[in-house]
């Protein structure tokens, strides 16, 4: 049996990342119901929210699901202490240092992952006690590596760095992606992009459709000196990169940067002054789809291409 899907108990080894002001109980229930692994993104809810979502997704879903928790999130000891008390069994931690809580989730017996953007930071991951790693590259949405390593150059050095299940993320949106990251060395997939573009996806509409519209080089990795970040190239981009150019620093970023522009960009639809956070993939993906579709034509996809791959060589 394929080993990610052993350790989550899923059908397919496929899993939803889990993302600020897009992933809810509704994206987190339909992925799991449909197979996959879905997960609540913990980042941009406050604790009580978070509890909320949690007993929602219970109640949609019978299958797996998880919890994604950003390691900087200003809360964290509460949003530890719900995971706890709510029973929660998967954990995806990222934005920080594994070894402060993976020892304390895993006495709890959740099932812990870990995102990484390299292979040092992979080996730190799995010496910290995680059960799998997220590696994932620079063509990512949302937040980034700073050393812009991709995807097919990142997979099969993270698999030569560690021995536990590792999954691949980043540019990943088709049966054959997919299937290309299986034979880099990958045991699985974690998806942001193909996702947050699905019908049940907390994001806007207006956002939404901006995504599926966009070309190739679209987005572009912002933002290194606070916390490297893939935006859409809209008017907010097109001044914080006019102040990256004039070499303002961090403060004066932050300043530029103001409080809740993912939230105006990606929940509230304002596609001109809100931070739009999306993978390069997107300019791949045409569709809104819902998410058991997504799913579906994955597999199906996956399906077909190794028996084409099997019959090239
Ligand atoms: C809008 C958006 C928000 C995201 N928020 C988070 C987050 O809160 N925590 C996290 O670990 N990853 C976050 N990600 C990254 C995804 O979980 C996933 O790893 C990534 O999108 C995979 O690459 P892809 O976009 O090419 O599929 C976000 C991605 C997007 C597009």
């Known amino acids: 049996m394929n080993k990610v899907a052993e350790l989550f108990k899923i059908q397919h080894p496929i899993i939803a990342g889990g993302m600020v002001w897009v992933s809810g109980w509704r994206l987190a229930a339909a992925v799991s119901n449909a197979g996959g692994l879905g997960l609540l993104g913990a980042g941009s809810m406050h604790p009580d929210v978070l509890r909320e979502h949690i007993r929602k ?3 949609a879903t019978d299958k797996p699901f998880g919890v994604n928790v950003p390691l900087l999130y200003p809360e964290i000891d509460k949003v530890m202490d719900i995971l706890v008390e709510e029973g929660v069994k998967v954990v995806f931690t990222s934005a920080g240092n594994p070894k402060t809580w993976t020892a304390m989730l895993k006495s709890h017996g ?13 080996l730190k991951a799995q010496e910290a006690g995680v059960d799998a790693v997220v590696a994932e590259g620079f063509e990512a949405g949302g937040h980034n590596g700073r050393e812009e390593t991709t995807t097919f150059v990142l997979i099969p050095q993270v698999r030569q760095a560690i021995s536990i299940p590792l999954i ?23 998806m942001g992009t193909a996702f947050a573009l699905a019908e049940e996806s907390s994001a806007h509409t207006a956002f939404k459709e901006k995504s599926i519209a966009l070309q190739e080089g679209d987005t572009m990795l912002c933002l290194k000196k606070l916390a490297p970040t893939r935006l859409v190239k809209n008017d907010f981009y097109a001044r914080v990169a006019l102040a990256e150019n004039a070499g303002m620093d961090a403060d004066e970023l932050r ?15 304002n596609l001109v ?26 597999v199906e996809e996956f399906n077909r291409a190794k028996v084409v791959f099997a019959n090239k060589n």
């Not at 931070?275 to 997504?294: C, D, F, N, T, V």
């Open 255 to 269: 300043d530029i940067l103001g409080k809740g522009r993912a939230k105006l960009g990606i929940f509230e639809g």
């Open 110 to 122: 959740m099932t812990v992952a870990h995102v990484v953007s390299s292979s040092k930071f992979a």
């Open 57 to 59: 997704a219970r109640v």
């Open 168 to 190: 691949a993320a980043g540019g990943i949106a088709t049966g054959r992606g997919m299937l290309a990251a299986m034979a880099l060395g990958a045991d699985g997939v974690q």
């Open 273 to 298: 002054d809100g931070e739009l956070e999306i993978g390069q993939i997107a300019s791949l993906i045409k569709e809104i789809k819902p998410a058991k579709r997504i799913i579906d034509d994955i």
